[in-house]
């Protein structure tokens, strides 16, 4: 069997699985959305006007201007396009429409995205031991155990890597406390100006990016971090810094990174709790549900998450065989993915998830 030919194959396999994933739901409009893909031409004028309309109406998209509308429903069609594409790269996983199909990807990327930019470990970075990983379970999500709080949504903010550091401190903090305290994501995201000094623009900047280790060094260094009830979440970075040193709700003993070896992470996630990490997140814009397991993804790291869990059977038809898969809470609210979650392949360091991990532990406070 020739090259072109299986790869033929694959795809038809693939189209037939998007296919077969989109009947299985109930709804019209969702039924509609995810069935969006498999059109043969999404270019064709009444197709596209009557799929942009079911977005507009899903996610409550207004525009100023009609010229705006006829904008982005420009960017919405190459994004139908553009999603037909994750499909076929990314055949495990569904793809379609999502709430970001009006947004070029360097829209996205600078909303909705926010690791700086030439990520790279700080060569001082203290390392996590290496863990006995013989006992392993076989599958493990924390949030069957307490340790993670309900799915946050970061706005048009590129503050995601401040969720993706609340997040395992939150754990941490229930592991060290026994109580699960939702922290504040805006105190960073106003105090927090921490710079690796090795890395020159990489200081953490509220919308525009930053870095977990240095958001974790920053936290280290004020005392803690306080509730997110004392300083809510606003979206932006346009106001002071209001951290109040009484009113400090957990607070990090130490942190550092973990091996890139993926039993390493797995052991860290169990004995540690939920681990930040860091990852492409290209195809994240179109993702629906599934394992997302793509063929080809870059390495360079563009988006803060929360690692949670970890299962040993994502069902993979194309690839004729059951996929272990990394379970990743993200920060775009429950109407994105899998009520606000990711699963992407465990195995072979997919769009860079094993690179940059990160364990935190946290101390016992006296707030109450």
Not at 33 to 50: K, T
Not at 73 to 85: D, E, H, S, T
Request: glycine share 8%; proline share 4%; hydrophobic share 35%.
């Amino acid at each position: 069997m020739d090259l072109s030919f299986s790869l033929l194959f694959v795809f038809s396999l693939a189209l037939a699985f998007t296919a077969s994933f989109a009947s299985s739901y109930d709804g019209t409009d969702d039924l509609l959305i995810r069935q969006v893909v498999n059109d043969g031409e999404v270019s064709d004028s009444l197709n596209a006007h009557h799929h942009f309309s079911l977005f507009k109406r899903r996610f409550g998209k207004s525009y100023a201007s009609q010229e705006e509308h006829d904008y982005r429903f420009k960017v919405f069609k190459a994004n139908l396009l553009r999603a037909k594409r994750h499909q076929l790269l990314d055949p495990s996983a569904t793809h379609g429409v999502t709430q970001f199909s009006d947004l070029t990807p360097s829209e996205f990327r600078k909303k909705f995205l926010g690791i700086r930019s030439r990520l790279r470990l700080p060569a001082d970075a203290n390392k996590a031991p290496i863990l006995p990983t013989d006992n392993l379970p076989t599958d493990f999500d924390w949030r069957e155990h307490g340790a993670v709080t309900p799915v946050k949504n970061q706005g048009s903010c590129g503050s995601c890597w401040s969720f993706s550091t609340t997040g395992a401190l939150e754990g941490a903090n229930f592991l060290s406390t026994g109580k699960l305290v939702s922290l504040s994501e805006q105190q960073l995201v106003d105090c927090d100006h921490e710079c690796d000094p090795e890395e020159p623009g990489s200081c953490d900047s509220g919308c525009n990016g930053g870095l977990m280790n240095s958001a974790f060094e920053y936290i280290l260094k004020a005392g803690g971090a306080m509730r997110e009830e004392d300083y809510p979440y606003t979206g932006n970075d346009r106001g002071t810094c209001k951290f109040d040193k009484t009113k400090i709700a957990a607070s990090v003993a130490n942190f550092s990174v973990v091996s890139l070896n993926e039993d390493q992470i797995a052991a860290n996630l169990v004995k540690n709790g939920p681990l930040a990490v860091a990852i492409n997140a290209v195809f994240m814009q179109t993702y629906i549900g599934g394992v997302s397991c793509p063929y080809i993804c870059s390495k360079q790291l563009d988006h803060g998450v929360l690692l949670v869990g970890y299962g040993s059977a994502g069902y993979a038809p194309v690839r004729l065989k059951e996929k272990p898969y990394w379970v990743i809470k993200n920060s775009w609210g429950e109407n994105w993915g899998e009520s606000g979650y990711y699963k992407i392949c465990r195995g072979r360091n997919i769009c860079g998830v094993d690179s940059l991990v990160s364990t935190v532990a946290a101390v016992q406070t006296a707030s109450e």
